[in-house]
């Protein structure tokens, strides 16, 4: 079990481990070590649904300095990005208990399996390195959002 400890607002993500074959599992806490609310629970939804967007911005971005420069593309092409719901994300909490700490289960959607493996009988083992990565990514994305506002205004 991986130690890695990733803080993005009031939430520290932990304990990233394999979870079956196509997904993964992390604990998630408050940094004040209050209980967790569903205020919560939805922060964490939001964050999960921002994992590759960094990836994407990058992928995008290589496309468009390539097509700037020279006229030979790498092998990406712009269907590899902006692929929204990758990600499906379960957990067992409910609103009446008292947690400190919350288990989540994480594993690729039906449809983003089926991208993957591209007709490949076996999906690829789901990648807790890659997970904690993009978990890590979302703090740049935001930076970037973020960034973009305030020339923008």
């Known amino acids: ?9 009031h939430l520290q993500f932990e304990s990233f481990r394999p979870s079956g074959a196509n997904g993964g599992e992390f604990l998630v806490r408050r940094l004040d070590d209050e209980y967790l609310e569903q205020s919560d629970v939805e922060k964490i939804n939001e964050i999960i649904n921002e994992l590759d967007l960094w990836e994407d911005f990058i992928s995008v971005s290589k496309i468009i300095y390539n097509e700037l420069i020279s006229s030979d593309l790498n092998e990406l092409t712009v269907e590899d990005s902006y692929r929204e719901n990758k990600y499906h994300l379960e957990t067992d909490y409910t609103p009446s208990r008292e947690l400190q700490l919350i288990r989540f289960f994480i594993k690729y959607t039906t449809s983003e399996a089926s991208r993957i493996t591209r007709g490949a009988r076996n999906i690829t083992p789901f990648n807790i390195d890659d997970l904690k990565t993009k978990i890590k ?3 740049k994305w935001r930076k970037l959002f973020q960034f973009i506002n305030v020339i923008g205004s």
């Open 137 to 139: 990514n979302v703090k």
């Open 1 to 9: 079990m991986s130690e890695d400890i990733i803080i993005i607002e």
